[in-house]
């Protein structure tokens, strides 16, 4: 039997990191933006507005997220606009709420982005999971050897 799955990709809203996870059912969904990168387009075919991952009625199972790089603790290194950690911060809050279980955070990544040393982190950054590179699967959290 099959479990239907919804899928949900980020829009950034503005330069204040504010971002919004929107379910698509298709690649058609997404349209480029300002900075040729794929979003979704805020109404569906119908014309209805997308259901936001925020609102949505179920909990998320799974998050991937990206980095420029990442350690073996799960500290991620992104571009700096804070986006994906407001994001992640704002649902695990909501799933907090919510009695949900967090959903599993993790990054695909190329082995070179996987450094030896520390990324230093502030007290906002949200960090991963696991991390899925060519090179094999690393399990960080107990989150994740729980549900990998």
Do not use: C
Request: zero cysteines; glycine letters at 6%; a negative charge.
């Amino acid at each position: 039997m099959e479990i239907p799955k919804k899928l949900y990709v980020p829009r950034v809203e503005d330069k204040e990191s504010n971002m919004r996870m929107l379910h698509i059912t298709s690649s058609a969904d997404l349209v480029s933006n300002s900075m040729n990168i794929l979003e979704p387009t805020l109404l569906d075919n119908n014309g209805n507005q997308r259901e936001n991952v925020l609102q949505a009625d179920e909990p998320v199972d799974l998050l991937l997220l990206p980095g420029l790089a990442f350690d073996l603790s799960g500290r991620r290194l992104g571009r700096g606009g804070g986006y994906y950690d407001l994001f992640l911060k704002n649902y695990l809050e909501l799933a907090g709420k919510r009695g949900w279980e967090p959903p599993l955070l993790v990054a695909l990544t190329y082995s070179t982005q996987i450094l030896d040393e520390p990324i230093p982190v502030s007290p906002h950054d949200v960090l991963v999971d696991a991390l899925v590179s060519p090179s094999g699967v690393f399990t960080i959290s107990p989150n994740a050897l729980k549900r990998m």
